[in-house]
């Protein structure tokens, strides 16, 4: 029902910035939060930022201060500006949302793809 696209990965080096972008499509959808996500090989997928109804942001610890996360007027869309990129940054980036449809109460969830960010020292 609803398709998210992540963009935006790359391999660079330590210090640099990057910045990820994730567009939801679909029909008669309206988004309640997105988030980015990441996951290092042999370990577990870990909230990295979330932007919430209204604006409202939460980050994990070890990006504070380095990332941050924006969504458009039209809140199907989100971003994540990640500067002074350090190596324990690799990891495959993950878009996440919770949407409803049409005039139900349901909360759907719905994860893309992943888009692969590279630190090199």
């Known amino acids: 029902q609803v398709h998210l696209v992540e963009s935006g990965g790359d391999s660079v080096q330590a210090g640099d910035s990057l910045r990820l972008s994730c567009v939801a499509s679909?029909?008669?959808?309206?988004?309640?939060?997105m988030g980015w996500y990441r996951q290092a090989p042999g370990k577990q997928r870990e909230e990295v930022a979330v932007?919430?109804?209204?604006?409202?942001?939460n980050y994990a610890d070890a990006v504070k201060g380095r990332f941050t996360v924006g969504r458009d007027n039209a809140k199907n869309s989100v971003y994540l500006q990640m500067n002074n990129l350090k190596p324990e940054d690799t990891a495959t980036y993950y878009c996440?949302?919770?949407?409803?449809?049409?005039?139900?109460?349901?909360?759907?969830?719905?994860w893309g793809q992943g888009t692969q960010v590279t630190v090199s020292s």
């Open positions: 996440r949302t919770e949407y409803g449809v049409g005039p139900g109460d349901a909360v759907y969830i719905e």
């Open positions: 679909g029909d008669d959808f309206s988004i309640n939060q």
């Open positions: 932007i919430r109804s209204g604006g409202r942001t």
